[in-house]
């Protein structure tokens, strides 16, 4: 028998445990808290897995429990598994990207340090420990607005854009010393350079030093009342467009800079005037995506992509061809409600399956579900994938899906809170 070991197999992670055994591996899963942090208890299948483990302190015991299996390989599901899976496979000899540069793949003002150490361009960061680090930290950002956000936590999480100090103090004030969404205290609080430029989001497959991008989407964020930005339209763009090629080039120049030898990566890259600026990254898979989508556009997708290059050299070999060939435009959208209340039914749904780009929703409330309006990733109230051979198809139905949430009740045919009635009346 054959064994693969996944650490945190959440979110998009959650879906490596099928395809490996598609190529004869039994999985074995390590959990690295004895808690799993609570918007990732519902993607987990503990059923996926013959042995479980929960990490502690004592990393010999875990790997000499391990060992017994001879794992083949070990995979970081999500993001909080990147840190625990390099230790794993650097104690236990298994490809990976071992823990000398860990701190960079997990803590965003190590990324940052480690680009600027090796002339890469990257935004301007500075730590704030304290709130008297404040205006020492502002002067080196050096310009208006200044991004603040935890170093460790992953979307949108603690993120503020700020622009006077005394905005940046209540983010500190607020931040410091919080639990934050991946479960870490912030001790430390990075104030980064506000990147101006277009946005994008890259997914990445790395085997034997060598980094293969397999998808870039556009990203368009949307300022929207009582929030600071939200998910609004990301497109998938061609990989062998002008576009694409110095995004390509920059995070093939930044996965070597991490040492990035195996595995995957995802990264938000600000192409802006001076060049492509890297944002902030992880070795891992991108969270909330639909692996169907992409399989229908290119025929791979990521999961599948990551446990060939772990498991079957040959077969990812094979797919690297796939890669740069699509057959359709892919669109996906990020909904934004704009009212508080219940969803009492979902009609426009039905038109929405109509539309001749329409290819799924994902996430989407249920009949009976509380809403309340979008002010980030975590009230995105559903993701809808559009695919179609003609661009021009996919806008107008992303534009016909705006014009249905700016309707009174929204969407999903919401029944206004009696507090939202109370102030219309």
């Given at each position: 028998?054959?064994?693969?070991?996944?650490?945190?197999a959440y979110?998009?992670?959650?879906?490596?445990?099928?395809?490996l055994?598609?190529?004869?591996?039994?999985?074995?899963h390590?959990?690295?808290?004895?808690e799993i942090l609570?918007?990732?208890?519902?993607?987990?299948?503990?059923d996926?897995?013959?042995?479980?483990?929960?990490?502690?302190?004592?990393?010999?015991a875990?790997?000499?429990?391990?060992?017994?299996?001879?794992?083949?390989?070990?995979?970081?599901?999500?993001?909080?598994?990147?840190?625990?899976?390099d230790?794993l496979?650097?104690?236990?000899?298994?490809?990976?990207?071992?823990?000398?540069l860990?701190?960079?793949r997990?803590?965003?003002?190590?990324m940052?340090?480690?680009?600027?150490?090796l002339?890469?361009p990257?935004?301007r960061?500075a730590?704030?420990?304290?709130?008297?680090?404040?205006?020492?930290?502002?002067d080196?950002?050096?310009?208006?607005?200044?991004?603040i956000?935890?170093?460790?936590?992953?979307g949108?999480?603690g993120?503020?854009f700020?622009?006077?100090?005394?905005?940046?103090r209540?983010?500190?004030?607020?931040?410091?010393?919080?639990l934050?969404?991946?479960?870490?205290?912030?001790?430390?609080?990075?104030?980064?350079?506000?990147?101006?430029?277009?946005?994008?989001?890259i997914?990445?497959v790395?085997?034997d030093?060598?980094?293969?991008?397999?998808?870039?989407?556009?990203?368009?964020?949307k300022?929207?009342?009582g929030?600071?930005?939200?998910?609004?339209?990301?497109?998938?763009?061609?990989?062998?467009?002008?576009?694409?090629?110095?995004?390509?080039?920059?995070?093939?120049?930044?996965?070597?800079a991490?040492?990035?030898?195996?595995?995957?990566s995802?990264?938000?890259?600000?192409?802006?005037?001076?060049?492509?600026k890297?944002?902030?990254?992880a070795?891992?898979?991108?969270?909330?995506?639909?692996?169907s989508a992409?399989?229908r556009?290119s025929?791979?997708?990521?999961?599948?992509?990551?446990?060939?290059?772990?498991?079957?050299?040959?077969?990812?070999?094979?797919?690297?061809d796939k890669?740069?060939?699509?057959?359709?435009?892919?669109?996906?959208?990020?909904?934004i409600n704009?009212?508080?209340?219940t969803?009492v039914h979902r009609?426009?749904?039905?038109?929405?399956?109509?539309?001749?780009?329409?290819?799924?929703?994902?996430?989407?409330?249920?009949?009976?579900?509380?809403?309340?309006?979008?002010?980030?990733?975590?009230?995105?109230?559903?993701?809808?994938?559009l695919?179609?051979?003609?661009?021009?198809?996919t806008?107008?139905?992303?534009?016909?899906?705006?014009?249905?949430?700016?309707q009174?009740?929204?969407?999903?045919d919401?029944?206004?809170?009696?507090?939202?009635?109370?102030?219309?009346?």
């Amino acid at each position: 028998m054959k064994y693969a070991v996944i650490v945190d197999a959440y979110s998009t992670g959650a879906r490596l445990a099928d395809e490996l055994k598609l190529r004869g591996f039994a999985c074995i899963h390590v959990q690295t808290s004895a808690e799993i942090l609570d918007y990732d208890v519902d993607s987990f299948q503990p059923d996926d897995f013959q042995h479980l483990f929960v990490a502690t302190q004592d990393l010999k015991a875990l790997t000499d429990a391990l060992a017994v299996f001879e794992p083949a390989f070990i995979i970081p599901g999500c993001e909080s598994g990147v840190e625990l899976a390099d230790q794993l496979s650097e104690l236990m000899g298994t490809p990976g990207n071992g823990t000398a540069l860990s701190p960079c793949r997990r803590d965003k003002w190590h990324m940052a340090q480690r680009l600027h150490h090796l002339g890469i361009p990257a935004a301007r960061v500075a730590l704030i420990h304290h709130a008297h680090d404040i205006p020492q930290a502002i002067d080196l950002i050096g310009d208006w607005p200044v991004v603040i956000k935890p170093v460790n936590s992953a979307g949108a999480d603690g993120i503020y854009f700020c622009f006077d100090q005394e905005q940046v103090r209540h983010a500190i004030d607020k931040e410091l010393g919080r639990l934050n969404e991946m479960g870490f205290i912030n001790d430390r609080m990075l104030a980064m350079e506000h990147l101006a430029g277009q946005q994008y989001l890259i997914q990445a497959v790395s085997r034997d030093g060598e980094h293969l991008v397999f998808e870039i989407w556009r990203d368009n964020r949307k300022r929207v009342l009582g929030a600071g930005v939200v998910n609004d339209r990301e497109v998938l763009i061609d990989l062998q467009s002008q576009e694409a090629a110095p995004i390509i080039a920059y995070v093939q120049r930044c996965l070597d800079a991490f040492g990035v030898h195996i595995g995957p990566s995802f990264l938000e890259v600000m192409v802006t005037a001076d060049g492509p600026k890297l944002i902030e990254w992880a070795a891992r898979m991108m969270g909330t995506q639909e692996l169907s989508a992409m399989t229908r556009v290119s025929g791979v997708n990521a999961v599948n992509l990551c446990v060939a290059c772990y498991a079957d050299p040959t077969a990812f070999d094979a797919m690297l061809d796939k890669v740069n060939r699509s057959n359709a435009t892919c669109e996906v959208i990020g909904m934004i409600n704009s009212v508080s209340g219940t969803v009492v039914h979902r009609h426009w749904l039905d038109e929405l399956s109509a539309r001749p780009s329409f290819f799924k929703m994902i996430r989407a409330p249920q009949i009976g579900d509380s809403v309340a309006p979008t002010i980030g990733i975590s009230t995105n109230y559903g993701f809808i994938y559009l695919i179609h051979e003609d661009p021009a198809v996919t806008y107008a139905d992303y534009l016909w899906i705006r014009e249905k949430e700016a309707q009174a009740t929204g969407f999903f045919d919401v029944k206004l809170s009696s507090a939202v009635v109370a102030h219309l009346c």
